[in-house]
């Protein structure tokens, strides 16, 4: 409840602003400073014309695909570069290096190869994320507690029963960190993604706000980013990173 | 001969003498020997060893006529910090050994059960590792070690980081255990006391020369008191004998 009474706080602050600025005083344009009353009209706008939804929807569907093939690929580079010690010497310093770049560095290639289409944007997506995730799960599984593989060992596990009895559950705290931080960088790959080609989604309804010189749609289009951004954290990875906690007693 | 450690030496790359030096040494089945020495002795290298967690200079070790070249089940370890599996509960911690030996879920219940009541924790066998104490900890990774039926049981000074009270108790329980179930043990302890309390001999290590310095047959009747005149000789005598080579 505090947090919605901040938020309502803020809107106000922002509102008296926007009034004094642009209203009475004349200080900004009003086409370059967005106000809460005009993103409120262009919401209920969007959202009766079926817009918005249509564009989170497939947004999310775009973001959720290529995030679930940059999981699995990320999670065998990850696996290769934590069990192959030539790997972890040799490739583990250049996927750290690429996860480095912007996503939006991906895009002139993803164009050149995709196109300007879905596919495009799944590209930028799967390698604004996949290594990020890679590197998560290296980390998740060097960070083992080396007890665990030991008692292990001694109670007569084979490789495979490493994995799947010990390895596996043993890093499952940080592998889901690691998971969520990777969503977060797929879903800002997406709006690298789709702000540079033309799909409908939200990147494409903040680029028809631009176009519009619309800027409560700009704004608009920004606040659901983060509102999408923040559910799927809030009730996807944090329920499932709280569980795995409480289970061991360490949240 | 369930142990048998045959010229055993372990030099390690970064230190100017040997740590452990030409060791030699026989464990019978059902027999209970500890290893005693001050800290830096190679008592843990030993084990290690043993266990197959690191690879001799020269030497071997034979369990039951084959020869270690890596770890095993039948050689299971308890170690100082209980090694549970956080993400299992007590009764899913005792019976992960016996899990990966594939043998059947109602024999790993059965088994988990008899050796959880062993260890008095059947009440708790549902519980979370993080809700149980360190004494409760140790006594899981007891009934987890004990239901591996290894041939050796190897245990890393398994009570040392407990407090002086749980530890005792632990002990005496650990003697109980033993008479009932006469397990081959390789028990290491830097306290003499532990040493006498539990062993058939105390192997003593000198930290000067890495080898054995003094094997002690430990002629008392268990169960044993502390304050018995003959364990309080005993015990001085080799206590003697440990700080004397420490010195």
């Not at chain 2, 809700?131 to 041939?151: C, F, N, P, W, Y």
């Amino acid at each position: 409840m505090n947090i919605i009474f901040f938020l309502l706080v803020l809107v106000l602050f922002w509102q008296g602003f926007y009034w004094i600025g642009v209203d009475i005083f004349r200080w900004w344009k009003p086409y370059a400073v967005p106000s809460p009353a005009g993103v409120a009209e262009r919401f209920i706008t969007l959202l009766k014309s079926g817009t918005l939804i249509e564009a989170v929807v497939n947004s999310l569907v775009r973001g959720i695909t290529g995030y679930f093939i940059a999981v699995i690929i990320g999670i065998i580079i990850g696996l290769l570069i934590s069990h192959f010690n030539y790997l972890q010497k040799n490739l583990k310093p250049i996927v750290l290096g690429v996860q480095t770049l912007p996503s939006v560095c991906w895009v002139p290639f993803s164009i050149l190869w995709f196109g300007l289409s879905a596919n495009a944007i799944l590209f930028v997506i799967i390698m604004g994320s996949a290594f990020s995730i890679a590197i998560s799960v290296d980390n998740a599984i060097k960070n083992i507690q080396p007890i665990y593989i030991k008692a292990a060992l001694t109670m007569g596990a084979n490789k495979k029963q490493m994995y799947t009895n010990v390895i596996f559950p043993a890093s499952l705290p940080e592998l889901v960190s690691g998971l969520k931080q990777g969503w977060s960088f797929a879903w800002r790959a997406l709006m690298a993604g789709e702000v540079m080609t033309t799909s409908t989604g939200l990147g494409q309804t903040l680029i028809m706000g631009r176009d519009l010189a619309d800027i409560n749609q700009v704004m608009l289009v920004m606040v659901v980013i983060v509102v999408v951004g923040i559910i799927i954290d809030k009730f996807i990875f944090s329920v499932v990173e709280n569980r795995i906690l409480k289970k061991r007693g360490l949240a | 001969m369930a142990l048998i450690i045959k010229g055993l030496s372990k030099h390690f790359k970064n230190s100017e003498k040997a740590t452990l030096n030409e060791i030699n040494l026989e464990i019978k089945t059902g027999e209970f020997v500890c290893i005693a020495g001050t800290s830096g002795c190679g008592k843990s290298t030993l084990l290690n060893l043993v266990a197959g967690l690191d690879k001799p200079t020269e030497g071997e070790i034979l369990v039951d006529g084959n020869r270690v070249t890596g770890p095993g089940a039948d050689r299971t370890v308890m170690f100082q910090e209980h090694g549970l599996f956080p993400w299992l509960s007590v009764i899913e911690n005792v019976k992960f050994g016996m899990k990966i030996a594939g043998m059947s879920n109602d024999v790993q219940e059965k088994r988990a059960l008899y050796y959880l009541e062993m260890v008095h924790l059947q009440d708790y066998k549902d519980y979370p590792i993080h809700q149980i104490s360190g004494g409760m900890r140790q006594r899981t990774a007891l009934a987890r070690a004990l239901s591996m039926d290894s041939k050796v049981l190897l245990m890393d000074e398994p009570f040392s980081a407990l407090d002086k009270q749980t530890s005792n108790m632990l002990r005496e329980e650990l003697q109980k255990i033993w008479m009932e179930t006469k397990k081959t043990i390789l028990f290491i302890t830097h306290s003499v006391e532990e040493a006498v309390y539990l062993g058939d001999r105390v192997v003593v290590l000198s930290p000067v020369t890495g080898s054995i310095a003094d094997i002690i047959k430990i002629d008392i009747e268990r169960p044993r008191h502390v304050y018995a005149t003959e364990f309080v000789n005993l015990r001085h005598q080799i206590l003697a004998e440990v700080r004397g080579e420490a010195v």
